[in-house]
């Protein structure tokens, strides 16, 4: 099947979009943006010149993804999630340039989440909805608040997981993220 796309959303011709994809009312895909298969664009969602969406990608409501940003496979950004791509806004700078933002395989990024560029969301994590991401999240990372912390880890599934690193939905276990999350303490020992 060839991508869906209403008859009231405005893609680009030098826009491509994946197979399978759906692209929804009002959506806008700019020229130079890529849409990979299977996808979901939402009503109102704006993809900005030379944006990348990988596949499996669900994208939603009135989310805007400005250029600069990369968008890996099965992401998840949800309603109303606002990309960025200035470090140092201003309505006239002769001199700006675009900050890239990279969001890895199985990320999720919760409604109304701001995320600020030269960011990398690594694999798997999850960000609160609501929540101001100032800095890189590391894969399976949890973050919330404004702005964001890393509050804990999160399962492939999308659940928190306990002290030892195990998913209580599944048994899923990430030995690895253990290390990782014991590093910050042993350096405040010192
Ligand atoms: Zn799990």
């Known amino acids: 099947m060839v991508a869906r796309i209403h008859a009231t959303a405005d893609v680009s011709r030098d ?36 944006v990348s969406i990988g596949d499996n990608c ?23 999630v606002c990309f960025t791509n200035d470090v140092y806004p201003r309505a006239v700078s002769p001199d700006w340039q675009v900050v890239a933002t990279k969001v890895e395989d199985e990320a999720s990024i919760g409604a109304n989440a701001t995320i600020l560029c030269g960011i990398t969301i ?3 994590a999850m960000v609160a909805a609501g929540a101001v991401v100032t800095k890189d999240v590391p894969p399976h990372g949890l973050v919330a608040g404004v702005p964001a912390k890393l509050i804990g880890w999160v ?27 014991s590093r910050p303490r042993s350096r405040r020992r010192k």
């Open 15 to 50: 826009a491509s979009v994946g197979d399978e994809t759906h692209v929804w009312h009002w959506a806008q895909i700019r020229e130079g943006a890529r849409v990979g298969r299977h996808c979901n664009i939402g009503k109102d969602v704006y993809i900005d010149v030379g």
């Open 58 to 80: 669900k994208i939603q409501n009135f989310a805007t993804l400005y250029r600069g940003v990369e968008v890996a496979n099965r992401v998840f950004v949800g309603p109303h």
């Open 122 to 124: 690594g694999r798997c």
């Open 155 to 181: 399962c492939e599934c999308g659940r928190p997981l306990d002290r030892n690193m195990q998913c209580a939905h599944d048994g899923k276990s990430f030995p690895e993220l253990k290390r990782k999350a």
